[in-house]
């Protein structure tokens, strides 16, 4: 079988990977490099999704996600690409939140503690007096996000996967039982296709159905040096987050802008992200900042992945939407369509993740 993978972030690297244990006829199509957005900018946390009503479908993803993860992280363990860390969700006086609510309810696990803001001091001092407590998750981690992507491609390579540095721009199901395929100057015929390419998909999803699917979600990232001590935990409030990765270099984010394609970095949001961050460590300020990136986040309209195959094409599958957890999910998104492009019995609830949903 010829399975052709648009896309080399890390849901199509995890496929690619995955299916490579399988059959080795597989290609690769990527218009940059592997990991060149969002896939390879990411500060890679790997947290439970407890944002949603727990005992869902997003919840089970989520479960399953984590168990891959781990299992990752016991396979690649000489490659030091997952650090253990604990995420410590904050939350300000009287402002609402769906952690907050389900830890309320008694929702969660006994992996997470409602920390007050006295306890949280203990863990780091320069937490403001305008937050009121924290939800503490103990078994968290962090991953380095391009090089978990590129350790997959790696292994696909040398498991006979194929790779081509080239924009796919259109796909052709009608020529029969094969799947076209189109380049700027090339076609390439196959058995079956996986979309992958991240907010690009768009494209395909309007040139299938007329209607938008995915919005590109531009998110931003400072870098910043000097802080002494590091944080020792990841500190999230709402979206936004900070934590100290190697070498010292502390990831402070994020923005969320829908500004179509564009992945520029701004003044504005470099001054939103630390006016943002202030408000938690006041200590915090732009002498810190050495470096500023941005990406584009693939977010559906309820911010869940899109997963399976494609409604009236029997060829084509979709792997992608992971939106702001994307790291959280690729390997296993990766891992599931690998399996449902080889009709492997899969867990109901992945029907939830279906395209059908938005049609």
């Known amino acids: 079988m010829k399975i052709g993978i648009i896309g080399g972030g890390i849901a199509g690297c995890a496929a690619a990977y995955y299916l490579s244990k399988k059959t080795s006829d597989i290609t690769i199509f990527e218009k940059d490099f592997i990991g060149a957005h969002s896939s390879g900018k990411s500060n890679g946390s790997i947290i439970p999704f407890i944002d949603y009503d727990i005992n869902s479908y997003s919840e089970q993803l989520s479960d399953y996600a984590l168990s891959v993860h781990n299992n990752l992280k016991m396979k690649f363990h000489s490659k030091f690409y997952y650090s253990k860390k604990p995420v410590v969700h904050l939350f300000k006086n009287n402002s609402y939140s769906k952690i907050y609510d389900n830890y309320k309810k008694n929702k969660l696990n006994k992996e997470f503690h409602f920390l007050s803001l006295g306890e949280l001091r203990h863990i780091d001092a320069r937490v403001s007096q305008e937050i009121d407590g924290g939800l503490y998750i103990k078994n968290s981690l962090e991953v380095d996000s391009y090089m978990l992507s590129k350790t997959f491609f790696d292994n696909a390579i040398q498991n006979g996967v194929n790779f081509v540095q080239k924009n796919i721009n259109k796909i052709d199901a009608d020529s029969g039982k094969q799947v ?54 990841s500190f999230w409030w709402g979206k936004n987050y900070i934590t100290t990765k190697d070498k010292n270099i ?29 408000e938690i460590f006041p200590f915090l300020d732009e002498n810190f900042v050495v470096e500023q990136t941005a990406c584009l986040r693939p977010m559906t309209k309820d911010s ?18 992971g939106s702001a957890n994307g790291i959280l999910f690729g390997p296993a998104m990766g891992k599931i369509i690998s399996k449902d492009i080889f009709e492997e019995q899969l867990d109901t609830y992945i029907n939830e993740f279906s395209v059908n949903r938005f049609l």
């Not at 189109?182 to 309007?206: L, P, Q, R, T, V």
């Not at 159905?209 to 995915?214: C, D, N, P, R, V």
């Not at 869940?304 to 939407?321: V, Y």
């Open 304 to 321: 869940l992945p899109i997963l399976g195959r494609l409604k009236d094409f029997e060829n084509i599958f979709l792997c992608g939407g």
């Open 180 to 233: 076209r395929i189109f380049s700027d100057d090339e076609s390439y015929n196959f058995d079956k296709i996986i979309i992958s390419n991240g907010s690009w998909a768009e494209k395909f999803f309007m040139d299938f159905f007329g209607k938008s699917m995915l919005t590109p979600i531009k998110g931003q990232i400072l870098r910043m040096k000097n802080i002494s001590p590091g944080f020792n935990v």
């Open 250 to 278: 502390t990831w402070l984010g994020t923005t969320h802008e829908d500004v179509g394609y564009d992945e520029s970095i701004t003044n504005d949001s470099k001054n939103q992200i630390l006016q943002n961050a202030k």
